[in-house]
């Protein structure tokens, strides 16, 4: 959670008045005891509110951390003036740090009732609004009156008590004023939802969380791929690439997707983009007359010298003593690829796809990021292997690809505290890639420094993002590793409830995939659930149904 939203929950909680002290020094320690008393509770509402609620995400925050230090120098000055007062003296640290002698009036006990309410499970409600910050309203249960004065709601609805005004909105009541302000100034939205946070009080123990730290890193070299392995793969594709440079002489040939961008397991296919100059095709009369005819007027030149190139992929590969198995053209919405088994084991199977320079820098982007710091491709995978097990990543069904989780992650790590990833695509060099903006500052080594500051666990940075996304308002914001800032979802395709804009292709959203409510409301519910088990000590590899 950002800076901005810690400070709207700590400002919501009253600090505690300075006193206005008097010429009576016995009077004068009575207030400062009471003022030290207020301090106290302060702090145990924040602390509360931050470990019982928050857990990691508010509890590591700079800004809370700073003002915890600054309510211990405030009791310092206290306890400096207590021993000057019992020395014959008057009170000065507190006057000069506080300016209390300014203060009209003094509010002790009220005060200090107040901060004690706070504390109380019923005595603070939480609602969070469209930038994820959170209100956090102090009332009275035994005082407050409905139907309340002057508000539109329990007007509207006859609401008679707290408890119908939360079962017929499934809202939570906030002031008047409140309400009333962003049903006024956003009349599409005024109505905030509520969180439960019933299954997110609960602070996993240290123990807890190193065990799954060791969990995490076991399910990374478990699933990752391992040196011979990458050794073998690349082995295969110099060997492809050979192969094709008979046909096509000058091809590149790059990979892309999770064969080169970090992220990668062991079961993953080799995805691999032929970069070749169509022009050349173009100028070999005899197969584009011949594709000409078999495929009709309609089809484009492009098209024509595309097949012609996969013409010969297959020509190249599917002959021979060493032709590969079950090679076959696919096409999608997106873009043809030829499909094949290698012949000899260990079997890999490829995807070959054609000028798909877009990709391949994608890959290098998401490669540049797990090179900042090894936590970053340990989590991606721990997510990827955590969303597959619980049937949460597979578009063909109508959910999330694996791509769109790393990109989540990525979100994510950007937004840690103190963030362990950079915006890499932020004030970057100009990069016109099909028409496409894909320049990044590709010099990783110069983020590393920064990434280590934060020293968080594997175990901590897992348990932060399923809180992120269990608090993330997917209702009214993007997930976007190119902005800073939170972007507002009605300057996306809002027409699903999960969005998730690809870092080079401004059109696409990666949540367009999800075609039904419940696919969408499974997905963020998972992040709930997952937490809540992991934070009552359930280990990783029995939610996952693994064996450890």
Known sequence: ????????????????????????????????????????MYKQSLEYISKNIFT????????????????????????????????????????????????????????????????RDSGITYVEDSKQSVFIIRYDSQKIVFPITDCPCCEENNITSKEELITHLKRIHITCKQFSRKKKLEPHKFAIEKINFEDLKYLPSADTIGRLAHDIDDLYHINCSTDKEISLKDKVISYIKIRLETQLPNCELEKYGSSGNGFGQKTSDIDLCLIVDLKSVFKEKKYFKLLSK????????????????????????????????????????????????????????????????????????????????????KLGIAVKVWAKSIDICNPRIGTLSAY??????????????????????????????????CGFDSNYENYIADARKNTSSEGNIFMGFLEF????????????????????????????????????????????????????????????????????????????????
């Open 1 to 40: 959670m950002g800076d901005n939203f810690i400070s709207k929950l700590i400002s919501k909680i009253p600090w505690p008045a300075p006193p206005c002290f008097t010429s009576d020094s016995k009077k004068d320690l009575e207030l400062i005891q009471t003022f030290k008393e207020n301090l106290d």
């Open 56 to 119: 990691t995400a508010v509890s590591n925050s700079r800004i809370l951390q700073e003002t915890f230090k600054r309510i211990e120098e405030i009791k310092n000055h206290a306890e400096r003036d207590i021993s000057r007062l019992n020395s014959g003296f008057g009170v000065k640290f507190l006057i000069e740090s506080l300016g209390c002698k300014k203060m009209p009036q003094r509010i002790s006990k009220d005060q200090l009732t107040a901060n004690y309410d706070l504390i």
């Open 294 to 377: 078999e495929c009709g007027g309609e089809t484009t030149v492009s098209d024509l010298c595309e097949l012609i190139v996969f013409s010969k992929i297959c020509n190249e590969l599917g002959y021979g003593s060493e032709k590969v198995i079950d090679l076959e053209l696919r096409e999608s919405a997106r873009v043809r690829v030829i499909n094949f088994k290698t012949p000899t084991e260990p079997q890999f199977e490829v995807d070959i796809c054609l000028n798909n320079r877009v990709a391949v820098e994608n890959t290098k982007l998401l490669k540049t990021y797990c090179m900042i710091d090894e936590r970053v491709p």
């Open 404 to 437: 769109a989780y790393i990109l989540l992650v990525i979100y994510y790590l950007q937004r840690t505290n103190p963030p362990i990833l950079p915006l890499l695509q932020a004030n970057a060099k100009s990069n016109i890639i099909d028409g496409h903006e």
């Open 469 to 548: 996304y269990s608090l993330f308002d997917w209702n009214a914001n993007t997930v976007d590793i190119k902005s800073k800032n939170y972007v507002p979802k009605l300057h996306r395709n809002s027409d699903f409830k999960i969005s998730i804009q690809d870092p080079f292709e401004s059109n696409r959203n990666l949540g367009d995939v999800i075609k039904s409510t419940d696919a969408g409301e499974k997905i963020i519910n998972s992040f709930k659930s997952t937490l809540s088990q992991l934070q009552r000590g359930k280990p990783l590899f029995r939610l996952l149904n693994l064996n450890s």
